[in-house]
T-cell receptor, first 113, second 118 residues
Framework: KNQVEQSPQSLIILEGKNCTLQ??????????LRWYKQDTGRGPVSLTI?????NTKSNGRYTATLDADTKQSSLHITASQLSDSASYIC????????????FGKGTRLSVIA | GAGVSQSPSNKVTEKGKDVELRCDPI?????LYWYRQSLGQGLEFLIY????????KSGLPSDRFSAERTGGSVSTLTIQRTQQEDSAVYLC????????????????FGPGTRLTVT
């Protein structure tokens, strides 16, 4: 079954600290993996897109890693800011099939002062 | 327009009524996606369009749901005989196109329509 599991479900950290969010998937075939940030009441915004051959990709203070062998990805946030408070969603895309995009349920991150 | 727009932003309807949700994608984007996000849940993929055609409609939750896209631009998601479990935020996204190898380019999301069925 094509699934994307994210952990933790929620996380609270102090401003300035780092954190890492996890994503495990069983989706096959695999096209690419994306991380989105969704602020409350808004649509998701893309942070990174990683293909099979990419191991790491950075976008400012966000760094995503991908291990296609173990089917795991992580999103590392450095020097967190209050504005990082949001849900972070991992999405795996398939090149074909009835469900081209498989979404995780997200990790709810709260950054507090 | 500058981004994906959706209307209405909020819709409250009585159980059993039909509703239409509208999505205006970014100009030039040929791929369009519909999602549903229930409270506290992840996004649920419903359907996508490449141009005016929807390659697969099996993601739609029931036959009460239908979607169409005309002119390769605006799309409408219709829910007939709404039920309380249809209450959710319905998100639309668009992307440049779907490649021949099936690669889905980066998607840009609209703000969503919050549907409440009473």
């Amino acid at each position: 079954k094509n699934q994307v599991e994210q952990s933790p479900q929620s996380l609270i950290i102090l401003e300035g600290k780092n954190c890492t969010l996890q994503c495990n998937y069983t989706v096959s075939p695999f096209s690419n993996l994306r991380w989105y940030k969704q602020d409350t009441g808004r649509g998701p915004v893309s942070l990174t897109i990683m293909t099979f051959s990419e191991n790491t990709k950075s976008n400012g203070r966000y760094t995503a890693t991908l291990d296609a062998d173990t089917k795991q990805s992580s999103l590392h946030i450095t020097a967190s800011q209050l504005s990082d408070s949001a849900s972070y969603i991992c999405v795996v895309t398939r090149p074909s099939g009835n469900t081209p995009l498989v979404f995780g349920k997200g990790t709810r991150l709260s950054v507090i002062a | 327009g500058a981004g994906v727009s959706q209307s209405p932003s909020n819709k409250v309807t009585e159980k059993g009524k039909d509703v239409e949700l509208r999505c205006d994608p970014i100009s030039g984007h040929t791929a369009l996606y519909w999602y549903r996000q229930s409270l506290g849940q992840g996004l649920e993929f419903l359907i996508y369009f490449q141009g005016n055609s929807a390659p697969d409609k099996s993601g739609l939750p029931s036959d009460r749901f239908s979607a169409e896209r005309t002119g390769g631009s605006v799309s409408t998601l219709t829910i007939q005989r709404t039920q309380q479990e249809d209450s959710a935020v319905y998100l639309c996204a668009s992307s440049l196109r779907l490649s021949s190898s099936g690669f889905h380019y980066e998607q840009y999301f609209g703000p969503g329509t919050r549907l409440t069925v009473t």
